[in-house]
């Protein structure tokens, strides 16, 4: 289990983290969300003792985690890939790792077949692609069997193959009740592995619940309206301050509606005599959800293209 305390680290007069606390419990993956500049990097790094909190507490399994004699064996760590000697062969690089945590040699060869680098196990770091950097830093990470988890944009670089293998990894590990945190910019891949989400925005904790709660927050949802009268129903909608657009091949005779709920678009298309074939309200993605609540958060938001 990971906790967080009122943890707070500051640079000079700013605050990169600010009195923030959450819990990452075993037996699930929890995502760690933020948008740049939120703090996600200076948080992993205060839980994994590689920066002092200015105040407040991180602890790994009950204890900071500098604590953990052979560290290793009590959390596993992949927070960045190209943070490797390039001359060395990644068997050299896990069995240094492994000798200086008293864990044994079959434990290198275990964790190259783990994530499918035993054919290159003697090949320089270097001429790794970053996908094969990254499979190294899990089996890293992995290499202790250790009972916390802890992983930064895992899937930079990955093919699509890798990334399905690193979210069935993910999962499994999980369901051996270990406790997985997952920090990544990619909401695809939070909706389909994280059980729960930590949400941040400069610094400050925004939620922390389950995935499905988080995206329930979210109040951008739109209505799936199918008719053979689409031209005569969106003209209706958008007189009634609603947002209409097609959705769908040409000819799909749907519309995606945002600004008006079911109920009165159902009223208005009978007001109109238009025949409804289709009425079905969607809630925000966690994409649409991410964005809306942690808009006032975006430390840096780009212009509009000209």
């Known amino acids: 289990m990971i906790e967080v305390n009122e943890l707070t680290k500051r640079h000079g007069g700013k605050s990169a983290v600010e009195q923030l606390s ?9 995502g760690f969300l933020g948008p740049n500049g939120a703090g996600k990097s200076t948080t992993l790094r205060m839980i994994l003792g590689l920066e002092a909190p200015t105040s407040g507490s991180a602890t790994v399994s009950g204890v900071p985690f500098h604590h953990h004699p052979r560290g ?15 001359g060395r062969s990644a068997a050299a690089h896990l069995s240094a790792l492994a000798r200086s945590n008293g864990i044994g040699r079959s434990w290198v060869d275990e964790v190259l077949r783990e994530v499918g680098l035993a054919d290159v196990a003697n090949r320089r770091i270097g ?29 930079n670089g990955m093919d699509p193959e890798g990334v399905l293998w690193v979210r069935r990894l993910f999962r499994r590990l999980a369901a051996e009740g270990r406790t997985v945190f997952l920090s990544s910019h990619l909401m695809s891949e939070m909706a389909n592995t994280a059980d729960r989400l ?31 009268q689409t031209a005569e129903l969106a003209a209706v909608l958008t007189a009634a301050g609603a947002t209409v657009e097609p959705e769908g091949p040409a000819g799909a005779e749907k519309l995606a509606v945002t600004g008006l709920p079911a109920d009165r678009i159902g009223a208005l298309a009978f007001e109109n005599g238009i025949r ?17 609540l942690t808009a006032d958060s975006v430390e840096y938001r780009a212009g509009r293209p000209r």
Do not use: C, N, W, Y
């Open 22 to 30: 959450f819990t990452v419990r075993p037996g699930q993956v929890t």
């Open 72 to 86: 290793l064996r009590h959390a596993g760590a992949l927070l960045d890939a190209g943070q490797v000697h390039g």
């Open 127 to 155: 001429g790794f692609s970053l996908g094969m950097k990254q499979r190294l830093g899990i089996a890293t990470a992995l290499l202790g069997d250790p009972p916390v988890l802890v992983f930064d944009e895992p899937i």
């Open 198 to 228: 930590v949400v941040i925005g400069r610094g400050r904790l925004i939620a922390a619940e389950s995935v499905e709660d988080f995206a329930a927050r979210g109040t951008l949802r739109s209505v799936r309206v199918g008719t053979p």
């Open 276 to 292: 409804l074939d289709e009425l079905t309200t969607r809630t925000a993605s966690l994409e649409a959800a991410f964005t809306e």
